[in-house]
């Protein structure tokens, strides 16, 4: 039989409560029909999804180089390293055998086996019924939440919706029309609003503030700002967290703007975080305090860093510079061990609703009222990084206001995974890239690139359905 790489899961894994906190240890199991019969079946089957956005495929390490490399902020400059799987994303020359696509392509998609697996079999089991409802809910957040990233990432993408029994049914499935894997990310958010609570006893899991703010972000990509609007206004019990300083690193976790982030801890089974020593630069390592090799990737540009004025609070916060050698700060602090930082990764902080809401509602219509909701919420934002607020006077109509919002997005959310999408989802981003810095703009960057080539090897165990994204 064909090699079908939607593979059912070989490993799943399971959690220990420690301070109310999500603590996910490997355990090894099976997707048999008798594998699934108690409560707590189900309980390590929904952790083993949060643990592959832990993994190097998602959050752990893959995403920042597919979502962030590409764009403006960051590049890569070693053609080498690691035979230069990494360089690719910053030339958006990315070959079908990469790597780095190929697991968060296999990542996303063994995550939501398990969604499917749960969603189909959960209903047949006698367990408390909140406690159902609420991990049903998680389940199809968590499952929207992967779809979203793939379809952004890959554009079409197969949508499998049901519990894969046996992997020679994948010969039949091809890639969904990607204006379907949207509405079936809607749908599954909404199913997930309808079930989760506002606040977990056990942080780091889906709220239903993390399905408003997905479902927000899923409308704003799509045009639909009056859907964004009323979304994201749903989004409450957060607040912006006075000092930026205060949003990130162990001592910060799951503050009052943190909505959703993976969570990280450092000295347990492969628990800890890469990002600090990938990201750390070239022989900076003692003097950061991180201990084993650092790897110089995911580097702030120089445009970026005077991007920020010399009074903007974030400034330091995002960049930090060691011997003249910028560095993403963000995810860089002193580890226990080799490749082990217990930094969390915030997927989404109100910050970002705050800035979607303020574009959105310009979307709909400008209105040049100082006092209205659009220029309050952006300049909150603005305020709190110690910077000077905007009038009317400053941005004088729907088109400066966008771009606006767009810079204060870039300065914001930097190094969080947004802004590479940010370029697409407001059609700027060939234009971006081919004028910017970067050694893309040795290049010409086409329309194309926007999405990345389907893996090779999916395409090679299923030849008839699955096709390449053009010119790939």
Not at 71 to 100: C, P
Request: charged share 25%; hydrophobic share 35%.
């Amino acid at each position: 039989m064909k090699k079908i790489l939607f593979i059912l899961i070989s490993g799943i894994f399971t959690i220990t409560s420690c301070t109310n906190m999500l603590d996910l240890y490997p355990i090894s199991s099976s997707t048999k029909e008798n594998s699934y019969t108690k409560p707590e079946d189900f309980t390590q089957l929904l952790n083993s999804v949060y643990a592959f956005l832990q993994s190097n495929g998602q959050y752990g390490q893959n995403f920042h180089f597919l979502m962030e490399v590409p764009s403006d902020n960051s590049k890569e400059t070693s053609a080498t390293v690691r035979g230069g799987v990494y360089y690719q994303f910053e030339i958006l020359q990315v070959a079908t055998d990469n790597s780095i696509i190929e697991a968060s392509w296999t990542d996303c998609y063994k995550a939501i086996q398990s969604c499917n697996i749960l969603l189909e079999r959960i209903d047949n089991i006698a367990m408390d019924e909140p406690l159902k409802t609420i991990t049903i809910g998680e389940t199809y957040f968590l499952r929207a939440l992967n779809y979203f990233n793939l379809v952004r990432l890959f554009g079409d993408v197969p949508l499998i919706l049901t519990e894969t029994k046996d992997p020679a049914d994948l010969l039949s499935v091809g890639r969904e029309n990607k204006s379907k894997v949207y509405e079936q990310v809607i749908i599954d958010l909404k199913e997930a609003i309808k079930r989760l609570p506002a606040i977990q006893e056990e942080k780091g899991r889906a709220t239903i503030g993390a399905a408003y703010t997905l479902l927000g972000k899923v409308y704003l990509t799509l045009k639909q700002y009056q859907e964004a609007v009323e979304a994201l206004h749903n989004v409450k019990g957060y607040a912006l967290v006075k000092n930026y300083s205060q949003i990130f690193g162990p001592d910060n976790e799951y503050n009052e703007e943190s909505i959703f982030e993976v969570n990280f801890t450092s000295n347990l089974e492969n628990e800890g975080s890469a990002l600090a020593n990938l990201f750390a630069p070239t022989g900076e390592g003692p003097t950061l305090g991180i201990v084993g090799a650092v790897y110089n990737q995911n580097i702030p540009t120089q445009e970026l860093y005077d991007l920020y004025s010399s009074d903007d609070k974030r400034k330091n916060v995002t960049i930090g510079v060691s011997n003249n050698k910028l560095y993403a700060k963000k995810y860089v602090g002193p580890t226990v061990k080799d490749q082990d930082s217990d930094i969390n990764v915030i997927v989404l902080r109100y910050a970002d609703v705050v800035l979607m809401l303020a574009e959105a509602l310009n979307e709909i219509g400008y209105t040049g009222d100082d006092s209205g909701e659009a220029f309050t919420l952006l300049n909150s934002i603005r305020s709190r990084a110690g910077v000077s607020t905007y009038d009317s006077d400053d941005l004088p109509d729907q088109t400066s206001f966008r771009k606006a919002i767009a810079d204060e997005r870039r300065l914001e959310l930097a190094f969080e995974n947004h802004r590479w999408f940010d370029l697409i989802r407001t059609g700027t981003a060939v234009e971006t890239m081919n004028n910017s810095s970067q050694e893309s703009s040795k290049f010409t960057v086409k329309d194309y690139q926007l999405v990345y080539p389907i893996p090779q090897r999916e395409i090679n165990a299923n030849p008839v359905v699955i096709k390449q994204n053009p010119e790939y």
